[in-house]
């Protein structure tokens, strides 16, 4: 599924521009290294992390009565995750190209009321078949004490569930801009779709 997607979205690129093409270091990474992108006629350039979620729809709602309370531009994604702190009763909504790279819809954030940590949400468009690859990618790649996700296939929507704290990722910081969590998410969730096209 990776695979495809990123052949899909290079394509796309060159289409736009046949002599190069901009791709954020995971994506660049992983085309050199399955040849999607001749490197003899076509020039790579790496963008920088903080512009992927640039152009992406970002959107406020209350945890409670999912409402929605604001439209929010990127300058949101420079907030520190501990605004959450400070508001409780609100969930992030975000949607983007890259969700659909690694095989996500839109991703929700927020901080759970119980535990204190971020709860990182979305559905996981990968094959029910996936289950066991997916649970060993989790209890290898999650860090930290008492880590715990929920994981359900939703056989109607042909979705996984999945919840998980972004405390628990490699590289968490309680110091995060909103913009840097979920750009750790996202590598992530990238990891886990290489992970299962192994």
Known sequence: ????????YIQKKLSENQ????????????????????????????????NRFKDAYIERGDKETEEFLAREDDDFLGEKINYFDKHKNEFLYIESQWWEIVGADAVSFEKDDVFGNYDVMLGLKLKKKQDSKIRQFFSENLEGE?????????????????????????????????????????????????????
Request: proline share 1%; hydrophobic share 40%; glycine share 6%.
């Open 146 to 198: 008492g880590v715990t996700y929920d994981l359900m296939f939703d056989g109607n929507e042909g979705v996984w569930s999945l919840n998980f704290a972004l405390n628990n990722l490699e590289g968490y910081d309680e110091e995060l801009t909103i913009g840097q969590a979920f750009n750790l998410i996202y590598s992530f969730l990238f990891k886990l779709a290489v992970s299962i096209e192994v």
């Open 19 to 50: 002599d190069s093409v901009e791709l954020f270091r995971e994506e660049k990474e992983y085309a050199i290294k399955h040849n999607l992108i001749d490197q003899g006629s076509i020039s790579i350039f790496e963008m920088p992390s903080e």
């Open 1 to 8: 599924m990776l695979k495809k997607e990123m052949e899909h």
